[in-house]
């Protein structure tokens, strides 16, 4: 780094008054946890993340005995762990300072932090790209700038059963461990896989499934019952995403055509009688059951808001993550006969609560945008920052958000837009943004900035852009290409330099960029340059604030300061904020001075503060 950066302002407090500063920041650090996964042949045996230490860790709970004990104990933290299907190891991904690359480890369910050993020793390093422990043989995939390798462990010995430059990964093994499944996108559309399925005795392929050009097959998990070799995947034959059960054996297929709006997800009963259906629709998911021999669809009747994981216990038990814009999330357990109760809770006090959103739906040049709207207390116009979604094939949700319950706090409305390329929407609307992606997503961004203007919401001299990863990338874009409608703008992690980005980025990614922009930058260097930040760096006019951490395969930090060299040229007003950790921080009071960061810097923007 040559240039001097101007850095951000760390607050030592966001607000004056105790309460509301010991409120804001008590949501972040009130402990959190995932739902609990357990080991299939050894149920009393689960793991799950959480945030109790202060950073994102993986714990190990016996159910028989009650104990719950933390697992990893790293400086960035750990998102990414399985159990053995007997219950006797935790494996648990390993990379460094948070940079994504790395390597699988392993250690006994009932060991400390420390214990940890390589889980597969003759496979190389690299982004994980699957992963099926069974109790003969391990499948994992591993991708690298070389592309995609995917292996076998069995009887001690490894070997590479699939390679290929394009992106692939294991799906999943058969419980008999008798077939593989992998994705693939050989056909060369990352963003719209094929499913090849394959014989572990020799590797030979044993069926293939395409459904052609722009329709994806995502397979999700085989049954859980041995001898049984459906496959349940989604499929995208209707224009959205819907559930497909194949039968490999058979070679026949079933389309489950529910009557739901929106798209949906599923996973197995134990039995592999029934699948638990996650629906999501406007913003907003719930539970189902769904018999497979009757074709009866029944509601577990969740309230409106987030389901943020699910699973079915072997008695039937349904237990689930729940939260909602002003509700903090809870672990529930309903059981086959519909009592529901609290299933855990980490030890200390719960987040505070935050104010519900509403829906806003507003004509665009591409269709209906559907919008999130959360105020804070008040009439008249407010300050407003437009919080856009990462992703880009991801989408906001009526969910608890400690970082939205900031904003609000500190006076802002918040708007959040599932713009073209959100997921929910059916597939016409995720792929809109295909050969001109970020001008298309902030065409629907501009619409909804509109809507919030003339609806008295937004004051139109106080409006914020802000995001982080995708969302980054349209915040950065957004002020260069609509300088005239943001006030101020906050870029996290962002794709600053696109050319500089595909340069250093994964290949996961790359591959995922060649099918987004129809190549290259090589193939389409004219797509890239008019779909880059960089290339209107002249014309931002708003404060822009940017975040960046020095280990992420992402958005690497290369291309984010050839962005900021630009800002430094022309002498604009930026501040830029730099941390050791990857695409993000697991670590709470890291996410917490970030956060202090950002506000600050709006209400500073703003001449609010």
């Known amino acids: 780094m040559s240039t001097q950066y101007p850095p951000a302002q760390v607050p030592e407090r966001l607000f004056d008054d105790e309460a509301a500063e010991a409120r804001w920041r008590a949501r972040f650090g009130a402990p959190r946890m995932s739902v609990p996964e357990w080991a299939i042949d050894a149920p009393d045996a689960n793991i799950y993340v959480s945030n109790s230490s202060g950073v994102w860790e993986v714990y190990a709970w016996d159910r028989a005995t009650g104990t719950h004990r933390r697992v990893t104990d790293r400086p960035n933290g ?42 597969i020793p003759d496979v190389h390093d690299g982004y994980p790209a699957g992963l099926d422990i069974g109790h003969r043989m391990v499948v994992v995939g591993v991708s690298t700038d070389e592309g995609s390798e995917l292996f076998a462990h069995t009887g001690g010995e490894t070997k590479t059963f699939y390679r290929h430059p394009d992106d692939a990964g294991v799906a999943g093994l058969s419980r008999d461990e008798t077939l593989v499944a992998i994705s693939h996108s050989e056909h060369g559309d990352s963003r719209h896989p094929a499913v090849r399925v394959l014989r572990t005795e020799d590797f030979a392929a044993v069926a293939d499934k395409w459904d052609g050009e722009g329709k994806g097959l995502t397979p999700l998990e085989f049954s859980p019952v041995s001898g049984d070799q459906r496959l349940l995947l989604l499929h995208e034959r209707r224009g959205r995403e819907e559930l497909l059960v194949w039968d490999v054996a058979a070679d026949t297929e079933t389309e489950l055509d529910l009557d739901l709006p929106g798209e949906v997800s599923a996973g197995w009963y134990p039995r592999a009688d029934a699948l638990l259906v996650v629906h999501f629709h406007q913003g907003r998911s719930s539970l189902y059951r769904y018999d497979l021999s009757t ?53 200390g006090e719960r987040a505070p609560e935050s104010v519900p959103l509403v829906d806003a739906f507003v004509e665009g040049v591409g269709g209906r945008i559907h919008a999130l709207v959360s105020r804070p207390a008040g009439t008249g116009p407010v300050p407003t920052v437009f919080a856009l979604h990462g992703g880009p094939h991801a989408a906001d949700e009526d969910r608890f958000s400690a970082y939205r319950a900031a904003w609000l706090d500190a006076g802002f409305a918040v ?30 961004v501009a619409a909804v900035h509109d809507w919030a203007v003339e609806s008295g919401l937004a004051d139109p001299a106080k409006c914020v852009v ?72 002249d014309a931002v006019a708003a404060p822009v604030l940017v975040l960046a951490g020095d280990n992420d395969p992402r958005c690497p930090i290369r291309q984010i300061e050839n962005y900021l060299d630009k800002l430094a040229a022309r002498a604009a007003p930026y501040e830029f904020y730099r941390y050791d950790a990857g695409h993000g921080s697991l670590v709470i009071a890291e996410t917490v001075k970030q956060t202090a960061i950002e506000v600050h810097f709006a209400l500073r923007a703003l001449g609010l503060r």
């Open 295 to 347: 074709g009866e669809l029944s509601s577990l009747d969740t309230p409106p808001g987030r389901i943020g994981g699910a699973g079915v216990r072997p008695d039937g038990t349904v237990e689930y993550s729940w939260s909602n814009a002003a509700k903090p999330p809870v672990i529930r357990a309903r059981t086959a006969d519909g009592d529901e109760r609290v299933l855990l809770a980490p030890p």
């Open 466 to 537: 802000s995001g982080a990863s995708w969302g980054g990338y349209l915040t950065l874009l957004a002020l260069g290409t609509q300088p005239s409608r943001w006030a101020a703008g906050v870029a996290g992690v962002p794709v600053a330099d696109y050319v500089a980005a595909y340069e250093d980025e994964m290949e996961q990614l790359r591959s995922f960029d060649r099918a987004l922009f129809g190549g290259s930058p090589e193939d389409v260097p004219a797509v890239y340059r008019e779909c880059s930040p960089i290339t209107y760096v």
């Open 415 to 444: 708007v959040e837009v599932n713009y073209r390329g959100s997921t929910g929407y059916g597939s016409a609307w995720r792929d809109a943004i295909e050969g001109r992606p970020g001008l298309t997503e902030l065409e629907d």
């Open 78 to 119: 750990t998102l990414h762990a399985v159990p053995s299907p007997d219950g006797r190891w935790i494996w648990w991904f390993n990379d460094t300072d948070g940079d994504e690359f790395g390597s699988w480890v392993r250690q006994p369910f009932e060991a400390e932090a420390g214990a940890a050993t390589p889980a």
